[in-house]
């Protein structure tokens, strides 16, 4: 499996937030099954990052065209070289 980021913008109309609780049912699907590592919304710039774990960037696109605010997105998908975070890490040692 390779990793990828995708950067996603979006722009939201009156229908917006009616496909709100789908999307998180869907992402919460991705993530369960180990595609989605990461998933972050900003609201102020709207704009959303994916960390997906895909065999290819295709694979990642077609993720991202199932969700049911895909309508409302550009977006660009990289791979990437490295992802590191403290979820990758060992739980820190404490001596009793």
């Not at 009616?18 to 998180?24: I, K, N, T, Y």
């Not at 199932?66 to 590191?84: A, H």
Request: overall charge negative.
């Amino acid at each position: 499996m390779q990793k990828f980021q995708a950067i996603i913008k979006f722009t939201m109309d009156e229908a917006f937030m009616s496909f709100v609780p789908a999307h998180r049912t869907y992402i919460n699907y991705l993530i369960n099954k180990g595609v989605i590592d990461s998933y972050a919304v900003s609201m102020e710039s709207q704009t959303c990052w994916i960390t997906l774990n895909t065999t290819d960037k295709e694979k990642a696109d077609q993720y991202l065209t199932k969700s049911p605010l895909y309508k409302y997105w550009t977006y660009e998908i990289e791979e990437l070289f490295v992802y590191d975070s403290q979820h990758y890490r060992l739980p820190a040692v404490q001596l009793n």
